[in-house]
């Protein structure tokens, strides 16, 4: 009760400090398994990404900012709603069903599109006056119900069920294998465009007319790119800008880095723009990632593993916060936070609060953006209760508190802890040198699991038969 009656004096103080002047805009610029270490303010000197390091001079960079999965949809869904994937019961990608009837466990249910029952980000907006887009990918659920149009998104360019690009160029049919099934993908995700032109650049320009159509606010822009996830396709002149790297000091495939680069140019083209309409200081950006690397296209190191796994490389990813004269320009973070945040926080700057009774598992950011206030939680959760065919992936539940971080594997079973602060790349399991620590965190990861209602793996009969 305590805290939510601490939250809830957050969203009114915090949501009232700009009440005298007009409803910011918002922009969430999500990137599609954009690695932790694949910009260049977080240490890249490989990938160019001068427009993304510029807003995180201009704004905050989190160090420790998490995706709340290490696959994209059930991250998505929590930005969307505020609430854990375990609680959601959206815990896998979309539409998934890959489990293998011979695995030693039977995965936890989970649900294939996002409740049509759900409060979103956007229809809180957009019952305070918002006007709202979703350009680029979805991938949490289709017809007939679960579009973004369906979930409080008054423009829709782009999103439906698939969670890849046919093609990333013009026509966006796909004719590409899809690296988990092995099938061909044929679908458009654009059914319109010129010859050659870039899926990254076509969303942008969708972006560019909302923003211009709607400039005197308030709006609410979800830019989710489809790069860079595969199919790997850029631009000519980029991929050979990289290629004349040497490999030895390449950070990951040149074509990828080509993608990195225009969606790099992407964001520059919207602040370029949100300065020439004169609405940057009304304009707050959130830029960031839905789960960390993928492990053909990038090199993840300093952190362990990549996409689909629960060390550090599948989880961890950028966060920057960009609101002129709003937030301290050039502040880094450390606080540890998760995709959940965005939604309480994008509330709290629209000056408006959580629904009556409404649960919300994020926290919000704006105290730790604004001055040096702490926020109000002390661990945060994933649960995966499935099996994927990423590398270095298992199921399993993690916690992490402070400097500590523990994961409980399912499969095979056994639990293993690491202090981030002294071993980012999680090479030295402590588990058994700091026993106290392992059971207390135990105690606490499965108290979080019932109280969200997490689902769990149970023995496959099918198997022991």
């Not at 992407?266 to 602040?271: A, H, N, V, Y």
């Not at 960031?288 to 990549?306: E, H, M, Q, V, Y």
Request: glycine share 8%; hydrophobic share 35%.
């Amino acid at each position: 009760m305590i805290k939510v009656l601490i939250s809830h004096f957050l969203f009114l103080f915090f949501g009232n400090i700009y009440a005298e002047s007009k409803n910011p805009n918002i922009i969430i610029f999500l990137v599609d398994d954009l690695g932790w270490m694949d910009i260049g303010c977080n240490g890249s000197d490989y990938y160019r990404t001068p427009n993304i390091d510029k807003l995180a001079a201009e704004g905050v960079r989190f160090t420790n900012a998490y995706a709340a999965c290490a696959v994209c949809s059930p991250t998505r869904a929590s930005i969307m709603t505020g609430k854990y994937p375990a609680r959601l019961l959206l815990t896998n990608w979309l539409p998934a069903g890959r489990w293998d009837p011979n695995s030693k466990l039977s995965e936890g249910r989970f649900l294939r599109s996002l409740p049509p029952e759900e409060i979103t980000l956007p229809e809180a907006l957009r019952d305070i006056g918002y006007r709202t887009a979703h350009i680029g990918k979805w991938h949490l659920g289709g017809p007939p119900f679960s579009l973004p149009e369906h979930h409080g998104f008054d423009v829709n360019v782009g999103g439906n069920s698939h969670g890849a690009p046919g093609n990333h160029f013009y026509p966006y049919a796909g004719d590409w294998k899809i690296p988990t099934t092995g099938k061909r993908a044929r679908w458009n995700t654009l059914k319109d465009g010129k010859k050659g032109e870039y899926l990254t650049d076509r969303l942008t320009d969708e972006a560019i007319q909302f923003v211009k159509q709607n400039k005197e606010g308030p709006f609410f822009l979800h830019l989710s790119h489809y790069a860079v996830h595969s199919p790997l396709q850029s631009k000519e002149k980029l991929i050979e800008k990289y290629k004349k790297i040497p490999k030895s000091k390449r950070q990951g495939n040149p074509v990828y880095a080509g993608m990195v680069e225009s969606v790099d140019q992407s964001l520059g083209r919207i602040t370029d723009l949100l300065k020439e309409e004169s609405i940057d200081n009304d304009t707050m950006i959130l830029f960031t990632s839905d789960n960390g690397g993928f492990a053909k296209a990038t090199d993840n190191s300093p952190l362990r593993a990549n996409k689909g796994a629960y060390y550090e490389g599948g989880i961890r990813v950028p966060l920057l916060v960009r609101w002129p004269n709003k937030i301290k320009a050039g502040k880094v973070i450390n606080t540890p936070v998760i995709s959940p945040d965005l939604y309480p926080t994008c509330i709290s700057v629209a000056g408006s609060q959580l629904k009556s009774g409404q649960i919300c598992d994020g926290v919000n950011m704006l105290p730790l953006m604004i001055g040096d206030e702490q926020i109000d939680r002390h661990s945060i959760f994933w649960h995966f209760p499935h099996y994927n065919g990423h590398p270095s992936s298992f199921p399993s539940s993690v916690i992490r508190k402070g400097d500590w971080k523990l994961i409980q594997s399912f499969d095979p079973a056994k639990v293993e802890l690491f202090n981030l602060t002294d071993d980012i790349s999680e090479k030295y399991d402590l588990a058994n040198i700091r026993t106290n620590v392992r059971d207390e965190l135990l105690v606490e990861l499965n108290a979080w699991r019932e109280e969200v209602g997490a689902e769990m793996m149970k023995i496959n009969q099918r198997k022991q038969d």
